[in-house]
């Protein structure tokens, strides 16, 4: 799982509650004492890597959250935060976050921050927001250990592309060299079945798992998982595959595939 720098929960919480494999999810601060902090309790907490959050320069203008007027109940912080001066989320026409993000993440964060955090951190370091070649090979070259293929759930700009359709290109850019994730719109088994198909390594989901945890909560989550297990293997099965390394990209037709010559009729 991926937990946010914004989570209501901190590191050592999440951490207390059991085994797993954990990344901490990073958004890089104006004060990069700040940043430092975040990242060494991250590594003690024993969290496996950080998935550096390089979309969100400013916060996108997410009118549901204007229309709706969200905002956190009171007793709900952000815990990662808590015994540091950084200022609170206004009350504002949206949930507050656009005027925290505005006044306290970094605009000026640049390929160099990737090289500097390698020097805070042992930790492998995934570039989450890439939905192109040319950044894929500059965030390789500056020392990623992992690509995150990531619109932030088209929040943050409208008609950004869909991840599915990026994957392909930044798997062929990555060449083999580090790992290349993907999240973004995943809702079926099917789904995980062609991102795998198009090349990525694993997958990350959003929505599903927060949905079904303020339906349902522990059971609702267990439930979603399951169901997108349940759905992956079928698909597998009915695709002719025996295990993971057997998902191709010829069981998958895209629409930027060239058409395929068809035989001409017998006459």
Known sequence: MTLSSWATSSVEEVASTGPGIRFFQLYVYKDRNVVAQLVRRAERAGFKAIALTVDTPKLGRREADIK??????????????????????????????????????????????????????????????????????????????????????????????????????????????????????????????????????????????????????????RKVLSMLRDEFELTMALSGCRSLKEITRDHIVTEWDSPHPRPAPRL
């Open 68 to 221: 709706n007027r969200f905002t956190l109940p009171p007793f709900l912080t952000l815990k990662n935060f808590e015994g540091l001066d950084l200022g609170k989320m206004d009350q504002a026409d949206d949930s507050g976050l656009a005027s925290y993000v505005a006044g306290q993440i970094d605009r000026s964060l640049s390929w160099k921050d990737v090289k500097w955090l390698q020097t805070i951190t042992t930790l492998p370091i995934l570039v989450k927001g890439v939905l192109t070649a040319e950044d894929t090979r500059i965030a390789v070259e500056a020392g990623a250990a992992g690509i995150i293929v990531s619109n932030h759930g088209a929040r943050q700009l409208d008609y950004v592309p869909a991840t599915i359709m990026a994957l392909e290109e930044v798997v062929k850019a990555a060449q083999g060299r580090v790992p290349v994730f993907l999240d973004g719109g995943v809702r079926r088994g099917t789904d995980v079945f062609k991102a795998l198909a198009l090349g990525a390594s694993g997958i990350f989901i959003g929505r599903p798992v927060v949905f079904s945890l303020a339906a349902e909560g522990e059971a609702g989550v």
